[in-house]
């Protein structure tokens, strides 16, 4: 299974055809644009639970929600179980700072102006 990333998030209002705001799509666009500025090799890994990116030791999902569904974080902890070499899990959030469950918990504004 691909997933289709795209340059600028101007291009997801003239490509997507539904009538909702796609604020999802946009908050994992924007992880994904900046994770590129500095990581070649990304990719998405899905089993039971999903992670939307990882690159080296790091696993990390973006959520835009202003609640974390717990799926979430299931995902960053099955990736950690199966790869031992995944060292940072990063979750990407609306507004959320905090450390749960040995997981960076950030929101998407810092990440884009930190990382």
Not at 20 to 36: D, M, R, W
Request: net charge neutral; proline share 2%; glycine share 2%.
């Amino acid at each position: 299974l691909s997933k289709i990333y795209i340059a600028d998030n101007g291009l997801i209002n003239i490509a997507d055809i539904k009538f909702s705001q796609s604020i999802g799509q946009k908050y994992e666009n924007s992880a994904c644009i900046k994770i590129l500025e500095n990581q070649e090799n990304v990719s998405y890994w899905s089993e039971k639970n999903e992670v939307d990116f990882v690159t080296n030791n790091t696993a990390i999902n973006v959520v835009s929600s202003e609640t974390i569904p717990e799926r979430e974080y299931k995902g960053l902890e099955e990736i950690k179980k199966k790869f031992k070499q995944i060292k940072n899990r990063i979750l990407i959030t609306k507004n959320e700072k905090a450390t749960e469950k040995d997981i960076n918990i950030t929101p998407l504004k810092e990440f884009l102006t930190t990382t």
